[in-house]
């Protein structure tokens, strides 16, 4: 009798080690770039207060407006920067994975973005200076930024900015975000559709707001592009994108006081003078020591950003006048910019660490 041998077992397949993820070393460089717009354009606004002042013209107070239009005109980078930053986060810092994902990066901005405008509107029923009553401001908020939160314009042309964005990366992943993409459907379609209602029913309906021009888009792009460059692209010398960013501030000062107050973010001038700045950061190495605290104050910008035309309000009112002397004008303009800093930023920390960001931003 004879037997067969039993067939051999095969060896198990030898199994790869897992290729652990490259850690995505963390943007120093960019924290820093959005802490200085943050400082921008708390120093815009209180310049455009000065420049209010004096009724937008020199001969009114030449100290008060010359002041005034040269902090305003320093700061006009910051919003352009803004927009770079938010297309680098989209496109290559923290592309979203999934549909939920950039619905609660959404969720993280109309949050606040709701709190605060109650909260603006609420302060000016207080102080007496809301344009209109404050249910029809109310409405008027849900549809786009109103008076006194008329900063808060920013938020409605960033958040579809990065839902478009966001679409692309998605639809880029193989993601079928079909959610996101009915709901940019509308915001495109809204201006049309209720400017027919208002002819339609004949009366006048809330501006929508929720919506972005194309510079926006493009800097938001070509921002990501700038900052996703390798160190170095640009040369090692940063002094000419200094050159240049110091020739775009001073064309703008010429256009604002020449030509037309304010100067649009689209126009070429601020496109010079955002692209010197942006390039002469690009990179940047920050000292280990300082890391720490940058990254905090950059976490805490956004709520700065939210908190500080109430700041800044209260300080113009009582201290800005028409006829300050020029070096009282630059002292002054630069003392409120400093004061408003600190306390929106400290305010933005101290609810930061009660828990409350998510609320307050």
């Known amino acids: 009798m004879s037997t067969t041998p039993p067939a051999p077992v095969p060896a198990p397949a030898p199994t790869l080690p897992e290729v652990p993820r490259p850690v995505r070393e963390h943007r120093y460089d960019i924290d820093l770039i959005r802490l200085l717009c943050s ?20 001969s009114q107070g030449p100290g008060t407006y010359w002041a005034g239009l040269t902090a305003d005109s320093v ?8 927009f770079a930053i938010a297309g680098w986060v989209v496109l290559v810092g923290a592309p979203p ?6 619905r609660r990066r959404i969720v993280r901005i109309v949050v ?8 603006y509107l609420a302060w000016g029923k207080l102080r007496d200076t809301n344009d209109d009553p404050l249910r029809d401001l109310a409405l008027d908020s849900v549809f786009a930024s109103v008076r006194p939160a008329y900063h808060l314009w920013y938020l409605y042309a960033y958040l579809p900015v990065i839902m478009v964005l966001g679409l692309v990366v998605l639809v880029r992943a193989g993601k079928r975000p079909w959610g996101l993409g009915a709901v940019l459907l509308v915001l495109a379609a809204a201006p049309s559709f209720l400017g027919d209602l208002a002819e339609a029913i004949d009366r006048e309906l809330p501006r929508f707001g929720w919506t972005f021009a194309p510079y926006q888009l493009i800097y938001a792009v070509l921002g990501a592009l700038l900052l ?8 090692r010398r940063r002094w000419p994108w200094l050159l240049l960013a110091a020739a775009g501030l001073a064309g703008v000062i010429a256009y604002q006081h020449e030509v037309h107050y304010a100067i649009p973010y689209a126009h070429i001038l601020v496109a010079l003078f955002s692209c010197g700045v942006l390039v002469s950061l690009h990179g940047v190495r920050v000292p280990e020591r300082m890391r720490p605290t940058l990254t905090r104050l950059s976490e805490a910008s956004f709520g700065a950003y939210l908190v500080h035309v109430l700041v800044l309000g209260v300080l113009t009112d009582a201290f800005v006048r028409a006829d300050l002397s020029g070096p009282a004008a630059v002292v002054l303009v630069v003392g409120v910019t400093a004061a408003t800093t600190a306390l929106s930023f400290g305010a933005a920390l101290l609810w930061g660490r009660a828990g409350a960001s998510k609320v307050l931003g």
Request: no cysteine; hydrophobic share 55%.
């Open 39 to 58: 400082i921008a354009v708390i120093g815009l606004h209180a310049g455009s207060a000065f420049v209010n002042t004096v009724g937008r013209t020199a």
């Open 97 to 102: 994975k999934d549909g939920a994902r950039l």
């Open 112 to 119: 606040p973005l709701a709190v605060w405008t109650a909260l």
């Open 75 to 82: 700061g006009r980078f910051a919003v352009p920067l803004f």
């Open 228 to 235: 996703a460059a390798p160190a170095g692209t640009f040369g």
